[in-house]
């Protein structure tokens, strides 16, 4: 890495330090069981809350989003988080005992995030995919005042998608005063870092809660954490054993058996995508292929909200296991969960949807479940505590007393209200987000996969609809392969824990991790969300719900593994070669999904074969140098956000491009995206034609009148706005303004006020 690309890292990375500075206190007192109170988790807390407030602060236009409000709230969350929870605590001794821990932890994340960052540095073109869609939205955000941020492809409107996770790299880009351009590529390696960071702490905290004892070995704790981390964040799925058999026609599946076993050719041309579209006209991807192809998009922003989320909820049940009172004291009270841990459960929600709304109903069911057992297993300790006074008997149900029918109650009405309070939380916290956005144009209704014949007929009942031809299946050695893995740990883990009736609150949420994300891969099988897709009608569905199962049910997987090797000193006999032989198996699907980012990494930037840089706009030199030196001049010299014509074109084409790599709002920019986001296609369709109009007709009259519609400011004419429309007409441009900038074949019209 050159000097100048590593002095970037370096200068990202301490704002990102910063802000977990400020929230440190906090994240303490929400992890006080964590053998690293945390930690890793600090920086996605306080970016989380100085964002959210500054958000909201923009939203009712008490401060606009500038470097100087962001550093105002960031500092009056450090003195309140160190006033209030600093004091409270043994806080100052804590960070004396830990010190080390945390130092281990902060070159861990620096070394991915400095590793990612290389990578990115062999490929880090903002081109191709959704990129211009999502570095659109940052460069939208970066130049706005208040929000919302204005949609740069269809003016005057405001963003009509889930932004907030561009917010936060907004946020980020402003605070450490580095351009867009390459803070873009940080944000990704960040997000990378983050989610190996996170999820070690995560994989060792679980193995530490595991073992009932004070002085657990580092080296276990260590090993725990790297192995929950590598698979979270580096691991692909069973996909890659097609690796070792002869391609198949990508748009024509096959089980693998069907093919010639060729393990000498390894990798056999094996085509990374592949293990992300393997059934038919779906989407199943994970984190690692997110990574590999770099976008910026809201799945990937949204990766740190939930882990902090997964991780918090097992913090919380740690807390209610480690209560120090009797559980009899404990009858009647209201919100056996502390208020203030609920109302961030609702912030963490209100995050998740308003980065990835999927995620945010995801989660809400896991804390749900969470909050369920937490009430649940109160209520049985409570009930064996009156068996053991003989208040109950078992032989008998019907003699239960009158005071513990009472308590059922409440325990009950506990649970409700703490889930109330969540979801009131989430919706309170997403309502100035709401407020500016048309769900409307999202809600088409859930679609029965495969309908019947008589439901078809009736068309539609509430918000469910049945649709002719809507029908797809996944075949079992499909979900085999891109699920097998994780199901053989699982299965392991049912057999071995019905076998030995000891449970631990950590086996306890892993088996919570588990039932949900089996309930998400089933799902698509049975229902999609409906959306403007036909042909890939279930493909959203299956990609949102599934992204968040591999996470989860990796994370079990590590879990797993390393309970089981809690286990073996405790087996002889059959028993132990049962285990051994596990260890054998799992050593090698370990092995195999842990090479597909080697293939996959190494085939998308090149072999690492020409350094390039972090400058994600650096391509246009080659591909369109004319429109690199204006997007630079633009946005050297425009202040604000004017509204720029330039032509209009499809989804992911290179059309557009000057509103997404400036801010600028154009009149329309990919139209599909567009109609995804506005509900209907008729909605964008009649500026297709008013910005061919624009630049094709002559009449002066017919272009001031939809200018003025418009509320144009400047005209862009380059080489693509030429091939665009041949019989472009630039004359009259020169007669309602004059040029600002000029530089080859392009030229920049200043309309006149």
């Known amino acids: 890495m050159n000097p100048s690309d590593a002095l970037a890292v370096l200068q990202w990375w301490i704002v990102l330090f910063l802000l977990g500075i400020c929230a440190m206190p906090l994240t303490f007192r929400l992890f006080p069981y964590y053998f690293d109170k945390g930690y890793p988790f600090s920086k996605i807390i306080g970016a989380l809350i100085v964002a959210y407030i500054v958000f909201l602060a923009g939203i009712i236009r008490v401060a606009p989003f500038t470097q100087q409000t962001i550093v105002g709230v960031a500092f009056i969350l450090t003195a309140a988080a160190y006033f209030y929870f600093g004091r409270k605590s043994d806080f100052h001794s804590m960070l004396k005992v830990k010190w080390l821990t945390f130092a281990l932890e902060e070159i861990l994340f620096l070394t991915v995030l400095m590793i990612w960052a290389y990578i990115h540095s062999f490929g880090p073109d903002i081109h191709g995919l959704e990129k211009f869609m999502d570095f659109g939205f940052v460069n939208s955000l970066l130049r706005t005042t208040y929000f919302p941020p204005r949609d740069m492809w269809f003016t005057p409107y405001a963003i009509n998608y889930y932004y907030f996770g561009h917010l936060v790299t907004a946020m980020l880009t402003k605070l450490s005063g580095l351009p867009s351009f390459i803070t873009f590529n940080l944000m990704l390696s960040t997000i990378v870092a983050t989610c190996f960071s996170l999820c070690f702490s995560i994989g060792a905290n679980l193995y530490a809660n595991l073992i009932e004892s004070e002085r657990i070995p580092k080296v276990r704790l260590i090993l725990s954490g790297i192995l929950s981390a590598c698979l979270v964040t580096l691991a692909g799925n069973l996909h ?13 599946p096959v089980p693998m058996w069907q093919l010639p076993f060729k393990p000498l050719s390894f990798p056999n041309n094996y085509w990374y995508p592949n293990a992300t579209r393997f059934i038919y006209h779906t989407i199943h991807e994970f984190p690692i292929y997110s990574w590999t192809v770099a976008d910026l998009h809201g799945h990937v922003l949204d990766i740190p909200f939930v882990l902090l989320t997964i991780s918090f909820l097992f913090s919380l049940l740690l807390i209610q296991t480690n209560l120090k009172i009797d559980d009899s004291k404990l009858i009647g009270k209201v919100f056996l969960v502390k208020p203030y841990y609920l109302v961030f459960n609702g912030l963490l929600l209100a995050a998740m949807y308003m980065t990835n709304a999927w995620d945010g109903a995801i989660y809400w069911l896991l804390s749900a479940l969470t909050l369920l057992y937490i009430h649940g297993t109160k209520m049985q300790n409570y009930k064996k505590i009156l068996e053991t006074e003989n208040l109950i008997i078992k032989e008998n149900k019907k003699h239960i007393t009158p005071k513990f029918k009472k308590w059922k109650v409440a325990w009950a009405r506990d649970y409700i209200l703490s889930l109330l309070i969540v979801t009131t939380c989430l919706l309170l916290f997403a309502t100035p987000y709401n407020f500016f956005f048309n769900t409307g144009a999202y809600d088409h209704g859930i679609g029965l996969n495969c309908a ?18 809507y029908c797809q299946h996944s075949y079992w050695w499909e979900l085999l392969t891109l699920y097998g893995f994780f199901y053989f740990f699982v299965v392991v883990f049912a057999i071995f824990m019905y076998r030995f009736k000891r449970y631990t609150v950590t086996d306890v949420f892993v088996a919570l991790l588990i039932l949900l994300s089996t309930f998400l891969i089933i799902v698509p099988e049975f229902f999609y969300l409906k959306d403007i897709y036909t042909t890939y009608f279930r493909a959203n569905t299956m990609f949102k719900l599934v992204f968040q199962a591999f996470i989860m049910l990796q994370l079990s997987s590590g879990y797993i593994i390393v309970r089981m ?16 032989c596990f260890f054998v198996i799992s050593a090698l699907l370990v092995g195999l999904v842990m090479t597909y980012p080697y293939i996959a990494v190494t085939s998308y930037y090149g072999n690492f074969k020409t350094y390039e840089g972090l400058d994600g706009i650096n391509y246009l030199k080659t591909l369109y140098p004319d429109d690199y030196y204006a997007i630079n001049w633009i946005n050297a010299n425009i202040k604000g956000q004017p509204v720029i014509l330039e032509a209009q074109g499809d989804s992911y084409t290179d059309y557009a491009r000057i509103s997404a790599n400036t801010g600028l709002p154009t009149v329309l920019g990919w139209t599909v995206h567009e109609w995804l986001w506005r509900g209907s296609y008729n909605v964008p369709a009649p500026r297709i034609t ?5 630049y094709d007709t002559t009449s002066l009259q017919t272009a001031r009148q939809l200018l003025t519609e418009y509320d144009v400011t400047y005209v862009y004419v380059g080489n693509l706005e030429r091939q665009k ?6 004359q009259k441009f020169s007669e309602l303004g004059h040029i600002v900038y000029q530089h080859g074949n392009t030229r920049i019209y200043e309309l006149n006020g």
């Open 690 to 694: 008013d910005v061919q109009t624009l």
């Open 725 to 730: 429309y041949p019989n472009l007409d630039e």
């Open 240 to 252: 890659i054993l097609y690796a070792f058999f002869v391609p198949y026609d990508t748009n024509n």
């Open 565 to 580: 090797a809690t286990l073996l000193p405790f087996v002889r006999g059959t028993k132990r070669i049962f285990l051994i």
């Open 452 to 469: 019947p014949e008589f439901l078809i007929k009736i068309g539609k009942i509430g918000p469910f609809i049945f649709e002719q031809g």
